[in-house]
Protein backbone atom coordinates (compact mmCIF):
# COMPACT_ATOMS: atom_id res chain seq x y z
CA UNK A 1 0.00 0.00 0.00
CA UNK A 2 1.54 3.38 -1.30
CA UNK A 3 1.18 6.22 1.26
CA UNK A 4 2.49 9.40 0.54
CA UNK A 5 5.10 11.65 1.48
CA UNK A 6 5.80 15.53 1.80
CA UNK A 7 9.64 16.17 0.75
CA UNK A 8 11.07 19.61 0.88
CA UNK A 9 12.87 20.69 -2.30
CA UNK A 10 14.83 23.94 -2.91
CA UNK A 11 13.38 25.75 -6.42
CA UNK A 12 16.81 24.69 -8.37
CA UNK A 13 16.18 21.04 -7.29
CA UNK A 14 12.74 21.25 -7.60
CA UNK A 15 12.75 22.10 -11.58
CA UNK A 16 15.54 19.81 -12.21
CA UNK A 17 13.40 16.94 -10.94
CA UNK A 18 10.21 18.04 -12.63
CA UNK A 19 12.28 18.57 -15.67
CA UNK A 20 14.09 15.24 -15.63
CA UNK A 21 10.93 12.81 -14.92
CA UNK A 22 9.39 14.85 -17.80
CA UNK A 23 12.40 13.92 -20.14
CA UNK A 24 10.96 10.12 -18.94
CA UNK A 25 7.64 10.73 -19.40
CA UNK A 26 7.33 10.01 -15.76
CA UNK A 27 5.56 11.89 -12.88
CA UNK A 28 7.75 13.53 -10.28
CA UNK A 29 6.59 11.16 -8.09
CA UNK A 30 7.50 8.33 -10.16
CA UNK A 31 11.03 9.80 -10.61
CA UNK A 32 11.55 9.91 -7.14
CA UNK A 33 10.68 6.55 -6.79
CA UNK A 34 12.76 5.10 -9.55
CA UNK A 35 15.48 7.24 -8.20
CA UNK A 36 15.39 5.53 -4.76
CA UNK A 37 14.67 2.05 -6.16
CA UNK A 38 17.70 2.11 -8.37
CA UNK A 39 19.99 3.98 -5.26
CA UNK A 40 18.68 1.14 -3.30
CA UNK A 41 19.71 -1.67 -5.89
CA UNK A 42 22.90 -0.57 -6.59
CA UNK A 43 23.84 -0.86 -2.33
CA UNK A 44 22.28 -4.29 -2.41
CA UNK A 45 23.81 -5.61 -5.17
CA UNK A 46 27.36 -4.78 -6.06
CA UNK A 47 28.91 -4.96 -9.11
CA UNK A 48 31.02 -8.29 -9.01
CA UNK A 49 34.13 -8.46 -10.55
CA UNK A 50 34.39 -11.68 -12.38
CA UNK A 51 37.98 -11.30 -14.58
CA UNK A 52 39.25 -13.47 -12.45
CA UNK A 53 37.14 -16.43 -13.26
CA UNK A 54 37.21 -15.45 -17.19
CA UNK A 55 38.56 -18.19 -19.10
CA UNK A 56 37.36 -20.72 -16.78
CA UNK A 57 35.26 -22.78 -19.36
CA UNK A 58 38.47 -23.07 -21.59
CA UNK A 59 39.44 -20.80 -24.40
CA UNK A 60 43.27 -21.37 -24.16
CA UNK A 61 44.85 -24.48 -22.36
CA UNK A 62 42.37 -26.89 -24.17
CA UNK A 63 39.67 -28.25 -22.62
CA UNK A 64 38.72 -29.16 -18.94
CA UNK A 65 36.62 -31.01 -17.05
CA UNK A 66 34.74 -28.76 -15.04
CA UNK A 67 32.86 -30.92 -12.12
CA UNK A 68 36.14 -32.61 -11.39
CA UNK A 69 38.45 -29.94 -11.66
CA UNK A 70 36.59 -26.57 -10.46
CA UNK A 71 37.65 -26.26 -7.45
CA UNK A 72 41.49 -26.23 -8.17
CA UNK A 73 40.16 -23.56 -11.08
CA UNK A 74 38.28 -21.60 -8.71
CA UNK A 75 40.92 -21.45 -6.12
CA UNK A 76 44.14 -20.61 -9.04
CA UNK A 77 41.33 -17.99 -10.38
CA UNK A 78 40.57 -16.29 -6.75
CA UNK A 79 44.68 -17.01 -6.28
CA UNK A 80 45.98 -14.99 -9.28
CA UNK A 81 43.11 -12.45 -8.17
CA UNK A 82 44.76 -11.80 -4.78
CA UNK A 83 48.95 -11.72 -6.04
CA UNK A 84 47.36 -8.81 -8.39
CA UNK A 85 45.58 -6.87 -5.15
CA UNK A 86 48.85 -7.74 -3.79
CA UNK A 87 50.85 -6.12 -6.46
CA UNK A 88 48.90 -3.52 -6.43
CA UNK A 89 48.34 -2.22 -2.62
CA UNK A 90 51.40 -3.51 -1.83
CA UNK A 91 52.45 -6.42 0.33
CA UNK A 92 50.43 -7.36 3.37
Do not use: C, W
Amino acid sequence: MTRPTNIVLDPDLRATAKRRAAERGLSMSAYIRDLIRDDDARTRAPAADITPIIGILGGGGGPTDMSRDKHRLVAEAFAAQHEQRLDTHGTQ
